[in-house]
């Protein structure tokens, strides 16, 4: 049975903060109702490299986005391109990188900033090119697409975590309030998701460390988050699910034709 996805990507949030830090998305946890898993993000661990990898399961080092300022269009296949080939709606509200990767570059906020184009892979979109964009106006922006046009599979991409790790570090106030404030605001729209019949993701793409900054192998900037809040999920808390097995996983969730690697695990 095909189901929408919401896919909620909290940029920079390091496990062990999300592990502590997101009472909302835990007290689902504790009730049985979600699950956490730990992920270790691909290398880089950098923004642009992993947005791509998350969204078509295709490590940096194989799709060629290997730093920030790779600035192109993929040559690889998304979630959004797969959705759209079968027939779905899909929608973004996400920092403009994502915009650039998969509908056009370089990006143009006059053009680009509210996308409504049909024949793009990320159909309707609200981009935002300043990190610390407010993560309040990002989520209403996100709400502001799924009541209007209801899309199969929505990206929510917030960054003022990641923005207040670069400031403050990972050992700071900014950060971990940065963090609990993101859970805040999910906790006003999460329900209502789950009730409209959504499978929800909330993951992130790589963690921060104490220099205000990631691109290592350090633990605190490798590991990441992983929850699952839905009926299509096991919540078997005992898998080891991979960044790059996103991608298929919800192409499997959308009940769309793909050809990535997925963990169907966690699935039910």
Not at 158 to 187: C, E, F, T, W
């Amino acid at each position: 049975m095909p189901h929408k996805v919401i896919l909620v990507l909290l940029d920079g949030l390091s496990y062990s903060v999300a592990e502590h830090a997101m009472g909302h998305l835990h007290a689902y946890v504790g009730a049985e109702r979600a699950v956490l898993y730990k992920l270790e993000c691909a290398l880089p661990a950098l923004s642009r490299p992993l947005y791509e990898c998350i969204l078509t399961g295709v490590p940096p080092i194989e799709s060629g986005i290997v730093h920030n300022n790779v600035s192109r269009l993929s040559n690889q296949r998304s979630i959004f391109h797969y959705a759209t080939a079968a027939g779905l709606s899909t929608a973004a509200a996400a920092y403009h990188w994502v915009s650039e990767l998969y509908n056009r570059t370089p990006f143009d906020a006059h053009r680009d900033r509210h996308t409504a184009r049909p024949e793009l892979p990320i159909q309707h979109g609200h981009f935002y090119w300043v990190d610390h964009y407010p993560d309040s106006h990002l989520f209403a922006d996100a709400e502001s697409l799924r009541l209007q046009h209801s899309p199969d599979f929505l990206l929510v991409h917030p960054m003022n975590i990641d923005d207040a790790g670069h400031k403050h570090g990972l050992d700071s106030a900014q950060y971990r309030n940065s963090a609990r404030g993101a859970d805040v605001i999910l906790a006003d729209y999460l329900q209502g998701w789950l009730d409209d019949g959504y499978q929800v993701i909330v993951t992130a793409d790589h963690g921060m460390n104490n220099d205000r900054s990631h691109n290592g192998l350090l633990a605190e900037e490798r590991e990441v988050p992983l929850f699952l809040l839905g009926d299509a999920f096991s919540l078997n808390p005992n898998l080891r699910p991979l960044q790059t097995e996103l991608c298929g996983t919800v192409c499997e969730l959308l009940g769309v034709a793909h050809d990535k690697p997925a963990n169907l695990e966690l699935l039910k």
